[in-house]
Each structure stands twice: as structure tokens, then as C-alpha cells.
Nanobody, 121 residues
Framework: QVQLVESGGGLVRAGVSLTLSCAASGRTFSSYAMAWFRQAVGKEREFVARISWSGLSIHYADSVKGRFTVSRDNAENTVYLQMNSLKSEDTAVYYC??????????????WGRGTQVTVSS
């Protein structure tokens, strides 16, 4: 069992940076791939980034590649999403998830409640 709590969201202007954190509880955190998804109002939840249990494999959605960086600290049971050069289209609720190495939301068994990121243009 893994419980996830996201933090770090907020209202920011376009072009600035923001870092999201996802704190996990549970002894098996380090055995899971972790991912960030986001869901904007009226849209489906979409994949943003994923990182393998070791941190050696990382994958980004094309829409955030070169601007976002995902990382994890297994000793601290935390995964991060550093977001640079934010755009208005990045506005969404951001969720972290733990599960299998996948870009599909259905392959992740554990989810946080999300943190709102709003980017004003």
C-alpha cells in the first residue's frame, strides 16, 4: 500500500518555474515506477512524465519535454516535478501516481489527490 500526497501547486505567471513534490508513505515506494499526470478542466487526464524505480529511466510527454524534469529520492520517499517556462496550457490539476512503468493512467495503482497549477498569461 502506498499513499501519495502532492504539494507545491499554485498560481503563477507564464514563464516562471514551479516545483511539485509528491511524498509517499509505505515501505515499497522504491519498488514502483512513479509518474505525473495532469487534468485540465473539461479534458481527460494526460500523461506528463514518468521515472523508473531506480531513477535511471525517464520519459516525458512531448508537450513538456525540455521544460519539465522529473526526479525521485527513494531515501526520502519523494518524487519531484520541476516545471520551467510554464505556459497557460500547463494549467491543470497535477497528480502523482505509483505503479507499473507505463504512460497509461490505468496502469498506476496508487494516486494522490492532486495539486492545482494555474498559469496566468
Amino acid at each position: 500500500q502506498v499513499q501519495l500526497v502532492e504539494s507545491g501547486g499554485g498560481l503563477v505567471r507564464a514563464g516562471v518555474s514551479l516545483t511539485l513534490s509528491c511524498a509517499a508513505s509505505g515501505r515499497t515506494f522504491s519498488s514502483y515506477a512513479m509518474a505525473w499526470f495532469r487534468q485540465a478542466v473539461g479534458k481527460e487526464r494526460e500523461f506528463v512524465a514518468r521515472i523508473s524505480w531506480s531513477g535511471l529511466s525517464i520519459h516525458y510527454a512531448d508537450s513538456v519535454k525540455g521544460r519539465f524534469t522529473v526526479s525521485r529520492d527513494n531515501a526520502e520517499n519523494t518524487v519531484y516535478l520541476q516545471m520551467n517556462s510554464l505556459k497557460s496550457e500547463d494549467t491543470a490539476v497535477y497528480y502523482c501516481a505509483a505503479g507499473s512503468w507505463s504512460v497509461r493512467a490505468g496502469d498506476y495503482a496508487y494516486w494522490g489527490r492532486g495539486t492545482q497549477v494555474t498559469v496566468s498569461s
